[in-house]
């Protein structure tokens, strides 16, 4: 099971690098109000390093499903936190599909992928009995603050940059 374990980490570093550093590219691409085929190039760099993440939790999030069914340790569906788990797993990979077919406002869309990075990376590590409304309830908590943090820089670095530029 320590592999696993191991598996699991390699894979939650890979995404919370990557989403962390898209989420910063992505303010750093838009400062002079394009993006041009240099950081677009980048741009795909991070997210192929986040899809390296989620294409490894995937088959460990299942792994672990038919592990514990096999070894008959009921203690993995019993919990809510491994739900939630999966859960965010689906909802990350839903918001990708959206933002990729452009689908999903940019003012949101980064902040649910990365909001739901870490929020799986808190829930892995933090070994917490919550349920699940009060798991969700944090969840939506914690991606609205952080898409009001994301408005709040961008509205700081991006749209009174062009004011500065014009001064």
Known sequence: MEALGIIKHIGMTFA?????????????AWWDGKVDDSEKHF???????????????????????????YADIPSYYDSAVNWFRVLLLGIIFYNAVLMTRHKMPLWIGPAIAGGSWYYYFFVSVTHKTFGVAQ?????????????????????QLIDKRKVIAQE
């Open 43 to 69: 741009m795909h760099l991070v997210y192929f390093i986040v899809r390296i993440g989620l294409y490894i939790l995937i088959p460990w999030e299942i792994g672990v499903m038919f592990w514990t069914m």
């Open 16 to 28: 919370l690098i990557g989403s962390t550093f898209g989420m910063v590219f992505y303010y750093a």
């Open 135 to 155: 798991l969700f309830l944090y969840y939506v908590i914690f991606v609205g603050l952080l898409a009001l943090a994301m408005h709040i820089l961008k509205r």
